[in-house]
């Protein structure tokens, strides 16, 4: 068969490739173009914040595997949570899918408890990924792991620094949770029993090694395999806050990151009964050996945690919006709302004019036109609408700086994405006036919505 991997230049990624290649065709999905020297590989360069994207890069698909998350920022000055980021790009991802017939879905999201009260954004975020795909047309198959051990992991490289960095360490109440890390040998091989084992697909499973431990226990097995003494100390009322601040001062890995990894630590995230995955025939490797063969390969993949930006002067900005919207609205119903909305916005200075399909940014003395969208009928639905950015005084040219609306779970809320806009305007200056007043508009517009007479 024919897989295509979207996130095949992370660590999960570039493990599953060394595991299906020879058993099938690979099709490496990543933003930057690369060229493959090996046989059975094709990368295909994909930015899946566009849907047009997505659709080329699938094409001739049979498999699609999805292993993205959007906790790291995709542009140099991004407005938005991590958790309408990840919806976007999943939306693209399962709506391409769909248009290109491919045959099976498989993501790789995170373990979560369904029956707690209190899961972290982090956790909620998995969930509401799962839903995209669990409502597909195509037969998907969930897998949700808990902390994946591997020599390039995240929370792996976290907890190895603050075991070489502290002789002595404070340990918050959530290094005792308990959970049950796997492999990432373990991982790649579960991917590919599912992709070659059709009765897995509507199937949601947990994967987890034999070992149901802490992340205190996992610290102490690491300091004892590099001949460390640590000595560790219980500090209970440590709020996750000042835990996070901790990590990110130990470690150097940005907050961003530390946060969400934090939070979800809160509860429990273990194999739930009667949803393990079993492979014939293969056994999942014991936690002590895992971590060994993690730090056999930890320094050839050391790496810095902290997050890389965009050279400046070719910074690029991307902003995202969720607006709750009546039952029953439509993305082209928002998107009309939109174009009446604008109007009647008094900012005193400004003024909007729309005529047509053309929405015109405008100062008002002496007449200037700051910014021009126009609306795309070609590439517009009534659960996704979309206008380019075409120009104006404040915009650099570009075909594909954009603004969307788009429908997500099923509805419940639609979600106002500007991508891959790049301001004339000097980085500071723009930061806090354009940059500001842009969120103030959705802001304002999401008010506008709740109004009875708003959507006509």
């Not at 699609?64 to 919806?87: I, K, N, W």
């Not at 971590?291 to 002067?313: C, I, T």
């Not at 039952?327 to 998107?335: D, N, P, R």
């Not at 429908?407 to 305007?425: C, D, Q, S, T, Y």
Request: glycine share 6%; with cysteine.
């Amino acid at each position: 068969m024919k897989v295509a991997i979207a996130g095949a230049s992370g660590f999960v990624g570039k493990a599953l490739i060394e595991e299906l290649l020879g058993h099938h065709d690979i099709v490496a999905l990543s933003r930057s173009a690369k060229v493959s020297t090996t046989p059975g590989i094709e990368w295909r360069s994909c930015d899946l914040f566009s849907l047009l994207d997505a659709e080329k890069a699938l094409q001739g698909c049979d498999v699609a595997v999805y292993l993205v998350h959007s906790m790291r920022p995709s542009a140099q000055l991004t407005q938005g949570s991590f958790e309408d980021f990840d919806l976007i790009v999943a939306d693209n991802f399962v709506r391409a899918a769909e248009k290109c017939g491919v045959k099976r879905l498989l993501y790789l999201g995170g373990m979560y408890p369904e029956d707690s009260p209190t899961l972290s954004r982090h956790l909620k975020s998995r969930h509401e990924v799962e839903e995209l795909f669990t409502a597909s047309k195509i037969p998907a198959t969930l897998l949700r792991a808990a902390v994946i051990l591997g020599a390039e992991g995240s929370s792996f490289h976290m907890m190895v620094r603050l075991v070489q960095r502290l002789p002595v360490m404070v340990c918050p109440k959530w290094t005792h949770t308990r959970s049950q890390p796997i492999a990432l040998r373990d991982v790649v091989r579960s991917l590919h029993h599912c992709i070659d084992a059709s009765d897995t697909a509507d199937h949601t499973y947990d994967l987890g090694g034999p070992d149901v431990v802490s992340y205190l226990d996992m610290m102490k097995m690491i300091a004892r395999i590099l001949g460390k003494k640590r000595a560790l100390v219980p500090i209970p009322f440590l709020s996750p806050e000042l835990s996070t601040l901790w990590v990110c001062l130990v470690t150097g890995a940005p907050r961003a990151l530390v946060r969400p990894l934090v939070e979800g630590l809160r509860v429990p995230l273990t194999v739930r009964p009667g949803h393990a995955l079993s492979i014939p025939g293969y056994s999942f490797t014991p936690i002590e050996q895992a971590l060994q063969v993690a730090l056999d390969r930890y320094e050839e993949h050391r790496q810095p945690l902290a997050f890389q930006k965009n050279p400046m002067g070719s910074y690029e900005v991307r902003s995202v919006q969720r607006l709750l919207i009546p039952e029953g609205l439509t993305a082209a119903q928002v998107a009309k709302a939109y174009m009446d909305f604008l109007p009647t916005m008094r900012p005193g200075f400004m003024k909007v004019e729309v005529s047509g399909r053309w929405v015109n940014f405008s100062w008002s003395f002496p007449y200037l036109r700051l910014l021009i969208l126009e609306y795309s009928p070609e590439r517009s639905w009534s659960h996704r609408q979309l206008f380019y950015v075409r120009g104006g005084l404040l915009a650099q040219k570009t075909v594909r700086g954009r603004l969307e609306f788009r429908e997500i779970l099923g509805g419940k809320a639609v979600i106002a994405a500007i991508h891959e806009f790049k301001p004339r305007m000097p980085w500071f200056l723009y930061r806090w006036t354009q940059a500001l007043f842009h969120v103030w508009v959705m802001y304002k517009f999401g008010l506008y919505l709740k109004r009875p007479q708003a959507v006509r």
